[in-house]
C-alpha cells in the first residue's frame, strides 16, 4: 500500500517491499504485546504514536534537519557520549536493533553464532531495511565486546563508521584512555559537522541529556510502587523511544506521563493485581522491538518492575556532573560520569553485581531474570556471578538466553511459569 513516506524510503535506498513486510509485521506485533494491554495510561499514545510513526515522521524530520544542515550520528552502545554530539548541533539516533528480519543478510558475512543484536544491525544494513542506518552522516561503534569490535570492520565498507576504544579496566590508566578517546571523538564530531564545541554549547547539551535522564529516574520510582501503575513492557519502551526521538520532546511527554503516573499512584490503582509478583530483569539490552521476554514475563502473571539494562537503569543511574565551567572541566565530569557505567565488558565489574542486589532490594522484587542474548559471552558467563550475588541475598534468580525468534517462546514461557511457582 502506498505511504506519504514512500519517496523518502526510495532516496534513502531502501527495499522497499521487505521494508513494507518489516512495518506490517511490527504493526501486527505491536498490536498484540502493546494495544491489548487494559487500562493503559492516557499518556502511552505518545508511544504508540511514535512507534507508528518510527520510520516515517521521524525520519522525515531527520532529512529535514540535514536539509538545514545538521549532521545525524548513530550509535550502538551508551558509551558514546551523546553530549558531544548534541553541542555540535547534531542529531544523536540509537541504532541497536532488536529484530530477527535481517539475519540471514548478515550470515553471510558474519558467523552464525553470533549474537542477535550484532546480526541485527549488520542484517538491517545489508538487507536496506532502516531509514536511521541510511540517514546517518556517521556511525559511531566501540570496543567493547569482541562481536561488535570486529562486526564494525565489516559494517565500514557499506557505512561511514569510527569506532571509540572503551577501556576494559577501571584503574587510572584506563580513565587516561578514555580521556584521551572522549577528545578524539570531539575533535571528530567537530570535523563532520564544521562546528566547534565551545564550553557554552556543551553545558546546554550535558543540561539537555541529564534531564531527559532525571525524567526517566522520576518514572522509575513512580513505576516501582504498590500496586504497580504502568507495566514493565510500557516502561521499556519509554527506554527504548528514548533513544532516537528528539530529546526535548520526549522529556516534556515523558513529564505529562509521569505526572499521570503519580495520580494513579496516589489513588491506588494498579494495572497488575497486589499478589502479582514483581520481577526485575537484569543483562543484555533489549532494542526495538525486542518485547518477547517482558511480555512472556507479564502474560505469565507476573509484572516486571526494573531493568537492569542499558535500555534502563545503566543508562540513567549515573547524571554528568553540571558544576563545571571550563571546556577541559566539563569533558573530564563526562569522562567521570560514563566510566561508572558497568557494561559486563569490564573485568572485574564488581560494582554491577552491587547494583543488581541494591537495585533487588530497593524495588522489593520476589526474584531476578537474567536476560543474556544467545553467545554473549560477557553476560553469559557474568550470570553465574550474578547469581552468587542475588543467592548470597536470598533472591533468586532464574537466567535465561535466547535470541529474537519466537521459536522458543513455549519453551521460556514454561521456565517462566516454573519460576513464578517457585518465587510465589
Ligand atoms: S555498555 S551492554 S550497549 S556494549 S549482547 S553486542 S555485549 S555479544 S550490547 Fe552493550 Fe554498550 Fe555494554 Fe551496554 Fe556484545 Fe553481548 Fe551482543 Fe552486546
Known amino acids: 500500500m502506498p505511504t ?4 523518502m524510503w526510495e532516496k534513502l535506498n531502501l527495499d522497499l517491499e521487505a521494508h513494507e513486510g518489516l512495518l506490517t509485521v511490527l504493526g501486527k506485533f505491536y498490536g498484540d504485546i502493546y494495544l491489548s494491554q487494559e487500562g493503559r495510561l492516557q499518556g ?3 508511544l504508540d504514536f511514535v512507534l507508528s510513526e518510527v520510520h516515517g515522521l521521524r525520519i522525515k524530520e531527520l532529512q529535514d534537519a540535514k536539509a538545514a544542515g545538521r549532521k545525524v550520528i548513530g550509535a550502538f552502545c551508551v558509551f558514546v557520549p551523546e553530549e558531544l554530539v548534541l553541542a555540535a548541533d547534531a542529531v544523536c539516533v540509537g541504532l541497536c536493533a532488536g529484530a530477527e528480519v535481517g539475519s540471514e543478510a548478515a550470515e553471510q558475512v558474519l558467523p552464525r553464532n553470533t549474537c542477535a543484536l550484532i546480526k541485527s544491525f549488520v542484517g538491517f544494513k545489508l538487507a536496506r531495511l532502516c531509514p536511521f542506518i541510511e540517514s546517518c552522516d556517521l556511525v559511531v561503534g566501540e570496543t567493547t565486546c569482541d562481536g561488535k569490535k570486529k562486526a564494525y570492520e565489516i559494517f565500514a565498507d557499506y557505512a561511514p563508521v569510527y569506532v571509540m576504544e572503551i577501556p576494559q579496566m577501571k584503574n587510572a590508566c584506563d580513565r587516561d584512555l578514555w580521556k584521551a578517546e572522549m577528545l578524539r571523538f570531539k575533535a571528530k564530531i567537530e570535523e563532520v559537522t564544521g562546528q566547534a564545541i565551545t564550553a557554552v554549547k556543551l ?3 550535558i543540561k539537555l541529556v ?3 535522564r532525571r525524567m526517566l529516574r522520576r518514572l522509575n520510582r513512580l513505576r516501582a510502587a504498590v500496586p504497580v501503575p504502568i507495566s514493565g513492557r510500557d516502561v521499556l519502551l519509554v527506554n527504548q523511544i528514548s533513544f532516537y526521538d528528539d530529546p526535548v520532546r520526549f522529556t516534556k511527554k515523558i513529564d505529562e506521563l509521569c505526572d499521570e503516573l503519580e495520580a494513579k499512584v496516589i489513588s491506588g490503582q494498579g494495572v497488575a493485581p497486589l499478589d502479582a509478583p514483581r ?3 537484569s543483562g543484555c539490552p533489549m532494542a526495538v522491538p525486542n518485547w518477547k521476554v517482558p511480555y512472556i514475563i507479564e502474560s505469565s502473571g507476573a509484572v516486571v518492575v526494573g531493568e537492569e539494562s542499558c535500555i534502563g537503569a545503566r543508562n540513567t543511574r549515573d547524571l554528568v556532573d553540571e558544576g563545571a565551567e571550563t571546556l577541559d572541566a566539563m569533558l573530564d565530569a563526562l569522562v567521570d560520569r560514563y566510566m561508572k557505567i558497568d557494561c559486563a565488558c569490564f573485568t572485574p565489574n564488581a560494582e554491577r553485581l552491587d547494583h543488581i542486589v541494591a537495585m533487588a532490594r530497593d524495588l522489593q ?6 536476560y543474556g542474548l544467545s553467545f554473549c559471552q560477557p553476560y553469559a558467563i557474568e550470570s553465574f556471578k550474578v547469581g552468587k550475588a542475588l543467592e548470597a541475598a536470598k533472591i533468586p534468580m532464574l537466567a535465561i538466553e535466547t535470541d529474537y525468534s519466537m521459536e522458543d517462546v513455549g519453551q521460556l514461557k514454561t ?3 516454573a519460576f513464578l511457582e517457585m518465587v510465589r
Not at 365 to 370: C, D, K, S, T, Y
Request: no cysteine.
Open 203 to 205: 553545558k546546554e547539551a
Open 365 to 370: 522484587v520476589a526474584g531476578v531474570i537474567h
Open 4 to 7: 506519504p513516506y514512500d519517496e
Open 279 to 281: 520481577l526485575m530483569l
Open 44 to 46: 502511552t499514545e505518545y
Open 210 to 212: 541529564n534531564a531527559r
Open 415 to 417: 521456565r517462566v511459569e
